[in-house]
């Protein structure tokens, strides 16, 4: 997972990630792809009225580790289908 780059939707405007919060207590689970297409597949099937909003980064596996300490996330969410969607959740400590 370390050596993979992974694809990531954040919003241009105020810097926020795309999340999950698969329950009200958590922090929020940073959703991460395994291509740019399945990033704009998702934002173009679950967002397509505000898909103009939020661009497409990418990031390294390395460096997913400072970022969710940085913004204090739970974890990632893996999202495997992005027209279900189907999400593989994963909890950071």
Same mark, same amino acid.
């Given at each position: 997972?370390?050596?993979?780059?992974?694809?990531?939707?954040?919003?241009?405007?105020?810097?926020?990630?795309?999340?999950?919060?698969?329950? =009200?207590?958590?922090?929020?689970?940073?959703?991460?792809?395994?291509?740019?297409?399945?990033?704009?597949?998702?934002?173009?099937?679950? =967002?397509?009225?505000? =898909?103009?909003?939020? =661009?497409?980064?990418?990031? $390294?596996?390395?460096?997913?580790?400072?970022?969710?300490?940085?913004?204090?996330?739970?974890?990632?969410?893996?999202?495997?289908?992005?027209?279900? $969607?189907?999400?593989?959740?994963?909890?950071?400590?």
């Amino acid at each position: 997972m370390l050596s993979e780059i992974f694809y990531l939707v954040r919003s241009p405007t105020d810097g926020r990630y795309l999340i999950a919060r698969p329950d =009200a207590e958590s922090s929020g689970y940073l959703l991460l792809f395994r291509e740019h297409f399945d990033a704009l597949s998702y934002l173009n099937t679950h =967002a397509a009225e505000v =898909a103009n909003r939020f =661009a497409v980064e990418s990031i $390294p596996g390395t460096q997913l580790g400072n970022l969710l300490k940085r913004w204090g996330f739970s974890g990632v969410g893996i999202v495997t289908d992005p027209l279900l $969607p189907k999400v593989e959740f994963m909890q950071h400590n």
